[in-house]
């Protein structure tokens, strides 16, 4: 069971990056890291997945070493609208099969002016 | 772009009375899931579905809670006898995602409120 440990909170202003780290020491071989982002009162949206290395979208960067015991979701020149939780999330095996994310606590990152 | 429908948004019920909480999802997706939050804490897994059967339940998910997929499009999830502590946000989601990758990528709709008096 890879169990993930990330920030409670962060502060940040806009226009600066963000980089919120996650460590998952026990991830396996074939988990996938993966980000979701919660506002208040609606669903978690993912954001970005990723193995290993570098992975870029539209929204953000996720950067994971070779040991991938961790992984960094990096928000460039964030915004009032990026305040929000930030969950990071490996798959969750169970007999065979991954049929299940767990959501850990998250990281509240709230955006000033 | 496609998305998770819930309805309704808000529920609201007295302690001991049945609620059926409904969600399509997205047309494609194999994998269904129930989650909820309740107020200020983090989002719990309840219970996945596939190929017309639960795959998978947390320990929250009693006999109490039951899931149902009645037509091609639907898959709702029932309380049968409320409790106060079960008043929370219920997100529905679902994936494309089979049981052998690892992969999921879920898709959540925007939840029921549901309070219970």
């Known amino acids: 069971l890879a169990k993930t440990t990330q920030p409670i909170s962060m502060d940040s202003y806009e226009g600066q990056e963000v980089n919120i780290t996650c460590s998952h020491n026990n991830i396996a071989t074939n988990d996938y890291i993966t980000w979701y982002q919660q506002f208040p009162s609606q669903g978690p949206r993912f954001i970005i997945q990723?193995?290993?290395t570098k992975v870029t979208n539209e929204v953000a960067s996720l950067f994971i070493p070779a040991d991938r015991k961790s992984s960094t979701l990096s928000l460039p020149r964030v915004s009032l609208s990026d305040t929000a939780v930030y969950y990071c999330?490996?798959?969750?095996?169970?007999?065979?099969?991954?049929?299940?994310?767990?959501f850990g606590a998250g990281t509240r990152l709230a955006v000033h002016p | 772009e496609p998305e998770v429908t819930q309805t309704p948004s808000h529920q609201v019920t007295q302690m001991g009375q049945e609620v059926i909480l409904r969600c399509v999802p997205i047309s494609n997706h194999l994998y269904f899931y129930w989650y909820r939050q309740i107020l200020g804490q983090k989002v719990e897994f309840l219970v996945s579905f596939y190929n017309n059967e639960i795959s998978e339940k947390s320990e929250i998910f009693d006999d109490q809670f039951s899931v149902e997929r009645p037509d091609g499009s639907n898959f709702t999830l029932k309380i049968r006898s409320t409790k106060l502590e079960d008043s929370a946000m219920y997100f529905c989601?679902?994936?494309?995602?089979?049981?052998?990758?690892?992969?999921?990528?879920?898709?959540f709709g925007s939840g029921t409120q549901l309070s219970v008096l």
């Open positions: 999330l490996v798959g969750d095996p169970l007999g065979g099969g991954y049929n299940k994310l767990i």
């Open positions: 990723g193995y290993k």
């Open positions: 989601a679902s994936s494309e995602a089979l049981p052998e990758t690892t992969n999921e990528k879920l898709f």
